[in-house]
C-alpha cells in the first residue's frame, strides 16, 4: 500500500461546480499535513496548510480526519484556472522536518466552461 | 527574476554519459532538495541538505550524487545515466523550521536514450 493515496482522476467539472478530493496516508504516525498545486508542466506550489481544526482560505477548504487517516480539499464556484493537479503531502516525521516528507501522485482536475 | 533556477531545462543524454543539474536559489533558504517525478509514482526525494557541510540521502539516491557548492547552489549528478533515469527533476528549498514549505525551481526534463 502507498504511504500516501489519491484518486488520480481526471475530475471534469463544469464551472461554478463544487469539487472534492481526499487522500489517505498509512502512517498513523504523521505529523502535519498540506494541499499542493501543480499546473500542466509546472513546478508545484504549496495551496495551504491542512490543520486538525480544519482551514479555510476563500473558496478552498482543507479538513483532516486523524481517526480516518484521510485529508480533503474542498473547492467552491470552481474556477477555469483552478484547473490543475493537486497534490496531498504528509509529513510523518517531527515539525520541520523533510526526511518523512511524501507527496501523494495527484488529483487531476479540469474546470470546463 | 525566479528565486529558484535551474539548468539545463531540457536534455537529451545517451546511457552511460555523465550529466550534471545545476539549481540555484536566491531566496536565502538554509535547506535544499532534489527530487524526480514520474507519472503515477508523485515526487521522490533523491537528496537533501540542510547547510552547505550537510548532505542526506533521501528515498532514492542510488545512482545519483549531489554538490552543495555554497548555500545558494546544489547540484545533481548522474554518473552515468540509464534509461529509468528518464524523469522531471525538480529542485527546492526550503526554510529551517519550516521544510514543508518548499519552494521549488522549474523543473528540468531528462530525457536517456
Known amino acids: 500500500r502507498k504511504e500516501v493515496e489519491q484518486d488520480p482522476g481526471p475530475f471534469n467539472v463544469p464551472e461554478g461546480a463544487t469539487v472534492a478530493f481526499n487522500c489517505t496516508y498509512s502512517n498513523s504516525a504523521s505529523q502535519s499535513f498540506f494541499w499542493y498545486r501543480q499546473d500542466c508542466r509546472k513546478e508545484p506550489k504549496l495551496l495551504m496548510s491542512v490543520y486538525s481544526s480544519g482551514n479555510e482560505d476563500g473558496r478552498f477548504t482543507a479538513q483532516l480526519n486523524r481517526a480516518s487517516q484521510y485529508i480533503s480539499l474542498l473547492i467552491r464556484d470552481s474556477k477555469l484556472s483552478d484547473s490543475a493537479t493537486y497534490l496531498c503531502?504528509?509529513?510523518?516525521?517531527?515539525?520541520?522536518?523533510?526526511?518523512?516528507?511524501?507527496f501523494g501522485s495527484g488529483t487531476q482536475l479540469t474546470v470546463l466552461p | 527574476d525566479a528565486d529558484v533556477t535551474q539548468t539545463p531545462r531540457n536534455r537529451i543524454t545517451k546511457t552511460g554519459k555523465r550529466i550534471m543539474l545545476e539549481c540555484s536559489q536566491t531566496k536565502g533558504h538554509d535547506r535544499m532538495y532534489w527530487y524526480r517525478q514520474d507519472p503515477g509514482l508523485g515526487l521522490r526525494l533523491i537528496y537533501y541538505s540542510f547547510d552547505v557541510k550537510d548532505i542526506n540521502k533521501g528515498e532514492i539516491s542510488d545512482g545519483y550524487s549531489v554538490s552543495r557548492q555554497a548555500q545558494a547552489k546544489f547540484s545533481l549528478s548522474l554518473e552515468s545515466a540509464i534509461p529509468n533515469q528518464t524523469a522531471l527533476y525538480f529542485c527546492?528549498?526550503?526554510?529551517?523550521?519550516?521544510?514543508?514549505?518548499?519552494?521549488f525551481g522549474p523543473g528540468t526534463r531528462l530525457l536517456v536514450l
Open positions: 527546492a528549498t526550503s526554510d529551517h523550521g519550516t521544510a514543508e514549505t518548499q519552494y
Open positions: 503531502v504528509v509529513n510523518t516525521g517531527p515539525s520541520g522536518s523533510a526526511r518523512q516528507l511524501t
